[in-house]
């Protein structure tokens, strides 16, 4: 539920604070004192599109902000978080209330740039859209034009059917899925066939070729450095063998190793504890140049067992590792291609039985497909029978006493909502043939039957809030009156915010604003008043008769206020 709204620079809305809260809220005023415009800034904030045209002139910017009272887990929570957001705690009290408070935002400049915020967090409007479709329900005129649409027709059964639809279309969807994944492999298997049997080719000759060569991991960078050895092999003989003559001499001559044993030799003749600990130092030295010298004749004996044959060897092994590279791009690839290869070449073969298998499922398919419809279909069917009559009854309290509602569950084209054309027919007088509410109700008439469907559909989909524009357009008399009845019913459940010109409808208001311009033709934060006692009854006359002392008006405001008194509802 939204529990207060604040605008400024909205059309001809200065500033203005609208307390709202719980139940039945009716916003009432003079034409053209800004009363739509509650409307707007609400759209505002559900992530309606913003119109730089809404900016009140003279003013650079416009803004809304809400206070939400949100649950503290669910949908709503969780776009909050997703959002990088966050929830007010709400309330107070040993356990917590299990709601918060959700600060939501929008500004809008003179320019059209927008900005939304949404729990302290910038957010795109695309957030606010996310949070509309889980708080509120609005109904305008625009609202009712899409009541006529086949598809809101059938969102409004679905809703009213509750559970049994929402689990049969799940099912149904999860069918409709699986059939549409399933044709489209077949259909791609019969129509790329011939390119994937030149798939198949060009993958079993890479794989032979790739299997003749027989690659290591690192085989490539292996074989550069011994080619680049090979290639060098007497200039790296004369090295290795100047420095391991340098620590080893097999000639007499001095070297690092004779060196370091006299060394070694005079300090263990010492009694000095000091030398002889230097004494080990040297050993150690020693112990590493014979290590040292054995690996440099290691390596010269290797090169020695080299020889031209062995780098032809190396640079024939290279060309046909080269040739991998060139085709697959580099030697790792060909190696994952070798290993994943052939079970995409065993798919490529068993192309002709797998599009036998993937036939029989689509028909297994098909079949699953076929009843989850026929269950979908007899789900929709028995909640239209409930709907029409429950509607068509509260027609008869809505002033249409001989009107007849009727959901009818018509076979139409296979689609992800099922394979049921949805009409909502409505036979206004008796004998009348029921036709489609598109072409046969009026305006008032269809502004009461929307109202008939939420007040019905509330009872198995209840929506947090709901908010009217001028739902009462076009009616007036004992209809206004039991719109006002049906609305404060509704508000029982959910909360209601109605902008209305109807005293009969506004009575039935448990929190009654009224928006009245000031002198100079501005809303301003004193002009959005909370309306009681005699300010209500002197707008209620206002509504009924222009005149807010009209004594005859005044005693008809106080006998609607009667009426609307809770006993009475």
Known sequence: MIEEMRMRGLGVIDDAVLPLGPG???????????????????????????????????????????????????????IV????????????????????????????????????????????????????????????????????????????????????????????????????????????????????????????????????????PGEDVV???????????????????????????????????????????HLERSADSALAGIAEGIADVGYRLSDLALQLSAYLADLDESGPHELAAVEE????????????????????????????????????????????ERD?????????????????????????????????????????????????????HGRDDVAILLAPHPGAEPRSVAKSASGGELSRVMLAIEVVIAGTDPVPTFVFDEVDAGIGGAAAIEVGRRLARLAESSQVIAVTHLAQVAAFASNHLSVVKSNDGAVTASSVRRLDGPEREAEMARLLSGLADSDAALTHARELLSLSAPANC
């Open 364 to 416: 297994a398919a098909r079949e699953a497909l076929d009843a989850a419809a026929s269950a979908l279909t007899d789900a929709r069917s028995e909640a239209a029978s409930r709907l029409g009559a429950a509607v068509t009854e509260e027609l008869h309290a809505l002033a249409m006493p001989d009107a007849r509602l009727e959901v009818a569950v018509r076979e139409g084209a296979e689609s992800s």
């Open 223 to 265: 074989l550069a450095e011994r080619a680049e050895r090979l290639a060098n092999a007497e200039e790296l003989r004369v090295a290795a063998s100047l420095a391991r003559g340098a620590i080893s001499s097999e000639e007499g001559e001095p070297d690092a190793s004779a060196l370091v044993a006299e060394a070694r030799r």
């Open 24 to 78: 039945f809220t009716a916003i009432t005023g003079e034409t053209g004192a800004g009363k739509t415009m509650v409307v707007t800034g609400l759209g505002l904030l559900l992530g309606n599109r913003a119109d730089s045209g809404a900016v009140r002139a003279g003013a650079d910017q416009a803004s809304v902000a809400g206070v939400w009272v949100v649950p503290a887990s669910g949908a709503v929570a969780d």
């Open 317 to 360: 092994r290279r060309a046909a590792l080269t040739t991998l590279v060139r085709t697959h791009g580099s030697l790792d690839e060909a190696l994952e291609l070798w290993s994943s290869g052939s079970n995409r070449l065993a798919e490529l073969d068993d192309d002709g039985d797998r599009l036998e298998r993937l036939q029989s």
């Open 81 to 216: 978080a997703d959002a990088g957001g966050e929830l007010e705690e709400f309330g107070s009290g040993e356990g917590g209330t299990g709601q918060g408070e959700l600060y939501v935002s929008r500004t809008l400049s003179a320019e059209g740039r927008s900005r939304a915020s949404v729990g302290g967090r910038a957010a795109p409007a695309g957030v606010l859209s996310a949070l509309a479709d889980e708080l509120v329900v609005v109904h305008g005129q625009s609202e009712q034009l899409r009541l006529r649409s086949a598809a809101a027709q059938r969102d409004a059964l679905d809703r009213f059917g509750g559970a049994p639809i929402a689990a049969a279309l799940e099912t149904y969807s999860s069918a409709y899925t699986r059939w549409r994944e399933l044709d489209a492999e077949i259909t791609d298997l019969s129509e790329n066939r011939d390119r994937r049997a030149e798939e198949a080719a060009r993958l079993r000759e890479q794989l032979a070729l790739i299997e003749a060569t027989a690659p290591e």
